[in-house]
């Protein structure tokens, strides 16, 4: 069987070296010693000033809002996990939808202004499948309307946008480590941001709000990670280069055999660095999408319609004519990508591919 993913496991004996010094120190919360070793590496890697390990993506979502002290209207993309709106929801603003670039699959930074009005409070972002927004017109809107940015990178872990770390556009950009992701702690996220202010405001947002053991500096929730899943980091961290060049020639040789099929795949913003976290196509129809998915499956493979439905589909927002979005989520599907996915796997979904679109 085939899946869309495999979530990419170190060595047994690199992991439970890491979990001996936990037995050791009998420290598994509370930010031990591994979670800010693991904090510190990602820093350095990322090129980042301020990063911030949480217990998962979601909740990296939640707090961002927070510190940024968000209310109101909060304009976001609905060709996303669901994660993104549902976070807006739950701290009790409303989502705004935008339309995505169908090229691009991003939000349309184009048709923001059109939707802001006296309750906006932010942009909520989606860089997609590894391609950034277009960080630099959603940060002119911003200053413009004094609006902050927040960016959902889940799907951006290492990627440089103009050789710098697309994580420092924005007042904050989240990230997700979680299992099917290229680094990955089991479950977990990050929060990243460049201002000092800010990021003392998620620190204790992510605490309870303590302010020591007996004190409080305000409102917070349990954000904590714990040492088992910052040892799993920790882990997979030394392989990350692996990681990257595994899933890169995985995607050549999917670009290569699927070159002349009647797909096509989003446009990389130009000046993007990516790290190969999926691989999207999008088909001519949904009829035909349904007929390569249903073949593949019959081959115990199994892609993913990702993102499907649109956001704007949930019964909990408000109905938006999104047609870009609803159109390309009808029609977009992620072939199977993970380390060590083999080159006879790839040219089998390949042929599978070529049999019902060719």
Not at 66 to 73: D, F, I, N, R, V
Not at 116 to 136: Q, R
Not at 316 to 338: A, H, N, Q, W
């Amino acid at each position: 069987m085939i899946n869309v993913t495999q979530t990419f496991l170190p060595p047994l004996e690199e992991y439970t070296a890491y979990l001996e010094r936990i037995w050791k120190s009998k420290w598994l919360t509370n930010r031990g010693e591994l979670v800010q070793e693991m904090e510190a590496k990602l820093k350095d890697f990322l090129s980042v000033k301020h990063l911030l390990a949480v217990n998962n993506g979601t909740i990296a979502l939640q707090i961002a809002i927070k510190a940024l002290a968000l209310q109101g209207e909060i304009i976001t993309t609905p060709f996303s996990y669901v994660a993104t709106v549902s976070s807006i929801v739950w701290e009790n603003c409303q989502p705004v939808f935008v339309d995505i670039d169908e090229n691009y699959l991003t939000v349309d930074e184009t048709k923001i202004e059109e939707v802001i009005t006296d309750k906006t409070s932010a942009i909520l972002a989606t860089h997609v499948y590894g391609n950034p927004c277009n960080v630099e017109a959603i940060q002119a809107i911003a200053e413009k309307h004094n609006l902050k940015v927040i960016y959902d990178a889940a799907h951006c872990f290492g990627v440089k946008y103009k050789n710098e770390s697309v994580l420092n556009w924005g007042d904050v950009s989240t990230l997700s480590f979680h299992a099917t992701k290229l680094f990955h702690t089991g479950e977990g996220g990050g929060i990243v941001c460049r201002d000092e202010e800010i990021a003392d405001k998620i620190f204790y947002h992510h605490n309870f709000g303590h302010k020591g053991t007996e004190e409080f500096f305000g409102l917070g929730i349990n954000g904590k990670m714990s040492e088992l899943n910052a040892a799993m980091g920790l882990a997979v961290f030394p392989h990350l280069e692996r990681i990257i060049a595994d899933r890169k020639n995985a995607c050549a040789l999917y670009d290569s055999l699927l070159s002349e099929v009647d797909l096509r795949k989003p446009i990389l913003r130009q000046g993007t660095e990516e790290t190969f976290s999926y691989y999207p196509v999008v088909f001519p129809t949904e009829a035909r999408l349904l007929e390569v998915q249903e073949k593949l499956n019959q081959s115990e493979i199994f892609p993913r319609r990702y993102f499907f439905p649109s956001l704007g589909r949930l019964p909990y927002v408000g109905k938006s004519e999104l047609p870009i979005t609803d159109d390309v989520c009808r029609r977009v599907m992620c072939l199977p990508l993970f380390v060590e996915i083999g080159e006879e796997n790839i040219f089998r979904i390949c042929q599978i591919i070529k049999s019902c679109v060719l």
